[in-house]
T-cell receptor, first 112, second 112 residues
Framework: DAGVIQSPRHEVTEMGQEVTLRCKPI?????LFWYRQTMMRGLELLIY????????DSGMPEDRFSAKMPNASFSTLKIQPSEPRDSAVYFC??????????FGPGTRLTVT | GENVEQHPSTLSVQEGDSAVIKCTYS??????FPWYKQELGKGPQLIID?????GEKKDQRIAVTLNKTAKHFSLHITETQPEDSAVYFC???????????FGGGTRLMVKP
């Protein structure tokens, strides 16, 4: 298996623009998590899905952030409009019923 | 909610020495404690985990201990090698809850 796939790996955008981050989970994993990593706040859970349904989005910082999982093979995290403080590395992680979470390589987002 | 504290934030050891990283957690309901290794530019990689019905677990040069009464757990790496240099994160969750809360990370440097 190729592992968790994220795209793009790097994204540079201007403040106010819409940003869409993408994740393809490991086949057969029915939980998907979106995390954000910054120097100041460390690794934070933003939202997670089970069987494509959002279960807990209490970590989503504000209404500018939204996440979807239209099918078992794809999820998106969207920021609209983006702000410089959204600059971070965003990770997608997935797991099966064995509880271990497997992380993707991340998307480094820079908002200027 | 859960709070996980991790110490030290940086650790420098000579190759061949042992390294110990400690974490404390606040929620007595937590019962799943994974450890992740993150190399530069990559996503966190699960290296070992322990569940609350076990006090210690070993995997070659890596071991984790758990003290539920004191609410702390530790990662032990023996015979350190330069390739062990990375940032290590502890985390805690209730297994059923899925929501991993991460410690702040420890940057381990192994000097040849």
């Amino acid at each position: 298996d190729a592992g968790v796939i994220q795209s793009p790996r790097h994204e540079v955008t201007e403040m106010g623009q819409e940003v869409t981050l993408r994740c393809k989970p490991i086949s057969g994993h029915d939980y998907l998590f979106w995390y954000r990593q910054t120097m100041m706040r460390g690794l934070e859970l933003l939202i997670y899905f089970n069987n494509n349904v959002p279960i807990d989005d209490s970590g989503m910082p504000e209404d500018r952030f939204s996440a979807k999982m239209p099918n078992a093979s794809f999820s998106t995290l969207k920021i609209q409009p983006s702000e410089p403080r959204d600059s971070a590395v965003y990770f997608c992680a997935t797991r099966s019923n064995s509880y271990e979470q497997y992380f993707g390589p991340g998307t480094r987002l820079t908002v200027t | 909610g859960e709070n996980v504290e991790q110490h030290p934030s940086t650790l420098s050891v000579q190759e061949g020495d042992s390294a110990v990283i400690k974490c404390t957690y606040s929620d007595s309901a937590s019962n799943y404690f994974p450890w992740y290794k993150q190399e530069l530019g990559k996503g966190p990689q699960l290296i070992i985990d322990i569940r609350s019905n076990v006090g210690e677990k070993k995997d070659q040069r890596i071991a984790v201990t758990l003290n539920k009464t004191a609410k702390h757990f530790s990662l032990h790496i023996t015979e350190t090698q330069p390739e062990d240099s990375a940032v290590y994160f502890c985390a805690a969750s209730m297994i059923a809850g899925n929501m991993l809360t991460f410690g702040g990370g420890t940057r381990l440097m192994v000097k040849p």
